[in-house]
Structures are given as C-alpha cells and as structure tokens.
C-alpha cells in the first residue's frame, strides 16, 4: 500500500536549466496538489490537478512553472530556468476525492537546489 | 496579516508535560480544519481532523472553536519523540488548497 511517491527525493540544477520533478499519488487518489516550503516559512499552496485538469493555481508563479497530470502516468511540476530562488522543497499530496473534509496525504517531497 | 496564524515557538518543554498550541484563521467560510506534525527535514503527516464537537487521539486532544476562529491542540504527558513542528491547516473548501500557519515548534526535554 504505497504512499505518495515522488522523486527525485533531491535535485540539484544549475541557474537557467529545467526542474522535473514528479510525483505517483496514492493509489485510488485522483486529486493532486503541489506545495513549496522554502527554508524557514511555511508550507504554500502551488496548484491542484485531477487527471488531465487544472482545479486551481492561484498559487504558481506566473512565469517559468507549470504542472501537469496526464491520464496516464505521473504529476510533473516543471520549473523552466531555474533561478536561486526555486531552491526549496517541493511537496507534493493527494486525496480521493475532492471535498474539504478529505484528507491530503504528503509525499516525502523533492528537495531542489540551484547552484 | 496571515491567514492562519501560530505562535513559532519554540516550546521547551521537560517530559511529561502538558502543552497547548493554538491557532488562528482569519477566513470564517473556512471549512475543515488539521493538525499535521512535521519532522526536521521530512514531509507533513496528519496528526487528526479538528471538528467543532472535539476529537481526542490517545494524549493529543484538538478542538474548534468557530466564534473566534481558533483552534487547538493539546499533548498530555509529552514524549521525547513529540519533538517535533507542528502545523495547524485550514481548507476554504472552495477549490480544496490548504492554507498553513507557519508552524509551532516543540522540543521536549529529557
């Protein structure tokens, strides 16, 4: 009974090159949210996907980020030309459905460092 | 002003001792409320569901309260192994995002 699974668990990138990170919800989860938690501050609410929708990302930057969740295979968050900045962790959750009362389940995250 | 809000602590607390975190939301359509713990370098778990009537889990007790918009979490007889940051989160319910307080952080004591 696998949790949310999400890898790399680090990724280190140089200024300008191209985050992937990807994240495998729970089985029986359809819903998807990514969270950042830069280095002491809280966690932050990027976006949240269904398969093949965006729900809401009232939370991603406008420029360089955008997440996906295809029918098939895993969410990606994609972070074009990264900057220092991005280094944080990135966390990513699911839930079996979509009403408040569910509960969000965390992966143990992708931590990115930009050089 | 923060939509959630927490005292950062740190709470230094010896074992075996009672301590209470409290946490503010600024939203009143807020709809369900969490407590989640939160390890040096590791990713959120659900400590529990907070609701209006109360729940309790064992030493951990979490309570609602709607007309001031907090809620609370109590640890009775604390462990070592309690050490740890724990984070109130509140979900609008209007497209499912939780929104975090920046976290309490408690270190028990030997």
């Known amino acids: 009974n696998a949790g949310v699974m999400q890898n790399p668990r680090h990724l280190v990138r140089r200024r300008g090159q191209e985050a992937r990170l990807r994240c495998s919800p729970m089985k029986g989860h359809s819903h998807v949210y990514w969270y950042r938690q830069l280095p002491e501050e809280g966690l932050k609410f990027m976006v949240y996907?269904?398969?093949?929708?965006?729900?809401?990302e009232s939370g991603m930057p406008k420029e360089r980020f955008s997440a996906e969740f295809p029918k098939e295979g895993p969410s990606i968050l994609r972070i074009q030309q990264v900057v220092r900045g991005d280094s944080a962790a990135y966390f990513c959750a699911s839930s079996p459905a979509g009403g408040p009362e569910n509960i969000q389940y965390f992966g143990a995250g992708t931590r990115l460092s930009v050089l | 002003r923060k939509e959630v809000e927490q005292d950062p602590g740190p709470f230094n607390v010896p074992e075996g001792a009672t301590v209470a975190f409290n946490c503010t939301y600024s939203n009143s359509a807020s709809q369900s409320f969490f407590w989640y713990r939160q390890d040096c370098r590791k990713e959120p778990k659900l400590l529990m569901s907070v609701y209006s009537s109360g729940n309790e889990d064992g030493r951990f007790t979490a309570q609602l309260n709607r007309a001031s918009q907090y809620i609370s979490l109590l640890i009775r007889d604390s462990k070592l192994s309690d050490s740890a940051t724990y984070l109130c989160?509140?979900?609008?319910?209007?497209?499912?995002?939780?929104?975090f307080g920046t976290g309490t952080l408690l270190a028990v004591q030997p």
């Open positions: 996907l269904q398969k093949e929708n965006i729900i809401d």
């Open positions: 989160a509140v979900n609008r319910g209007a497209t499912n995002k939780l929104i």
